[in-house]
């Protein structure tokens, strides 16, 4: 009987031991830190659709055990229901904090873009930043039932995008991205810049376009609306624009290549036959040569009041231009252009 109760508080004590061991092994699998790196966080990006073996590929490397991680992922069920997006690791994170952050802390990224001259350019440049592809982007910009429903056509489709710093998520896709760029556009061409528009003979898309030929005119800010008045002074007066940077976008669309660099128009270049070329058609062009900043918008729609047709750049003061109301003066101001050119031997 003595023997019985001996092994009776035995087996007692040793199933008191397993327990134990197994509730502190469940309880060091969740709540011990499992990180291997040594900065404050890591970021990771988990794709859209994820499977378990593509967030181990991204997750691994940053944790002591993934097995452990593994276990406790699937006892909260996060395995069956894997979000994609941009996450971040904190150190010393254990694997309850890590599974939580990855189930509900999404974190959005900064997305910028400048002054790209095609949807192709700018496709390269957001599928760098999010998880849409270049291809997918392309398809959306392109779609001619959404250009059309907004009022936009093949020639015109680029100023929907306004260079600038936007938020979105990581996983982001094409579609998303477009519709809230449109959305910016819409908020951005509120009531108050219509009718600036408007009283310039305008609409929102033609106020894109020439701003784009102001954005390649001048890259100072402060020189862009006196630049748009000499441009609006010669619509005003069904002057032809004579562009240079029009000329040279005829070029590059002409030839499909937009990194073609050229320092020198000439005159050749001048006969062009391309609805772009301002030398030979009056008014703007079909659509912008660029997307302009929000600077070299708010240039036309705010224009500086002046008397002044022509301008040409100034080698005196590199960067600004010499404006002229004649000309005969315009001539004289080209000359030191030309010199300027010629002595550093700038052909092309």
Known sequence: MKNLKKVIWATAILGLIICGFFAYSIYDAIFTPNTSFGNKDANIYIPSDA?????KEQLSPLLKDWSTFEAVAKRKGYTSNIK?????????????????????????????????????????????????????????????????????????????????????YWNTNAKDFRNKMLKEYKRFWNDERKAKAKALNL?????????????????????????????????????????????????????????????RVLYRDLEMESPYNTYKNSGLPPGPITMPDISSINAVLNPEKHEYLYFVANVSNFGYHMFAKTLAQHNRNKEQYIRWLNNQQIRR
Request: hydrophobic share 40%; net charge neutral.
């Open 203 to 263: 609409t929102p898309n033609k106020v894109v376009t020439l701003a784009a030929i102001v954005q390649k005119e001048t890259v100072k800010v402060d020189e862009r609306p006196k630049v748009a008045g000499v441009y609006l002074n010669r619509l005003r007066k069904g002057i032809p624009l004579q562009a240079d940077p029009t000329v040279i976008y005829a070029i590059k669309k002409e030839t499909g290549n937009y990194d073609t660099i050229i320092k």
């Open 51 to 55: 499977s378990v073996n593509e967030v």
């Open 84 to 168: 994609g997006g941009k996450y971040v690791i904190k150190q010393g994170m254990n694997n309850n904090d890590i599974v939580n952050a990855l189930r509900s802390r999404n974190i959005p990224v900064k997305v910028s873009f400048n002054n790209q001259e095609t949807v192709e350019a700018l496709a390269g440049r957001i599928a760098s930043q999010l998880e849409a592809d270049s291809v997918s982007l392309v398809e959306a910009f392109n779609n001619v039932d959404f250009l059309k429903s907004n009022d936009f056509n093949e020639d015109t489709k680029l100023s929907l995008y306004l260079p600038n710093t936007y938020e979105f």
